[in-house]
């Protein structure tokens, strides 16, 4: 079993940063992808970014030249760095293992509000 721990979460001015952590532990063989998706009060879950262990990324439109995700395979981490944030950024983000069996951490709360 995987386990999946995000942090890094909070309140933060528009226009502020933020960097969100995201941890995978447990019974993993191989690691072949991790990403980042968003949910906001009532909308779906969204897809932000991924990144294999080679290091190819891929960014949904809407946080292309904002956020950028990262990956520490020593350490099974994945890094979400997230500028210019804007109210609309407000949700709840989740991290996702692909080991390639998809894993899900509990979420972390990011909230841009003056």
């Known amino acids: 079993q995987v386990q999946v721990v995000e942090s890094g979460g909070g309140l933060v001015q528009p226009g502020g940063s933020l960097r969100l952590s995201c941890a995978a532990s447990g019974r993993i063989l191989s690691i072949y992808s991790m990403g980042w998706y968003r949910q906001a009060p009532g909308k779906q879950r969204d897809f932000l970014a991924a990144i294999t262990r080679g290091g190819r990324s891929s960014y949904a439109d809407s946080v292309k030249g904002r956020f950028t995700i990262s990956i520490d395979n020593a350490k099974n981490t994945v890094y979400l760095q997230m500028n210019s944030l804007k109210p609309e950024d407000t949700a709840v983000y989740y991290c996702?293992?692909?080991?390639?069996?998809?894993?899900w951490g509990q979420g972390t709360q990011v909230t841009v509000s003056s």
């Open positions: 996702n293992v692909d080991t390639p069996l998809r894993s």
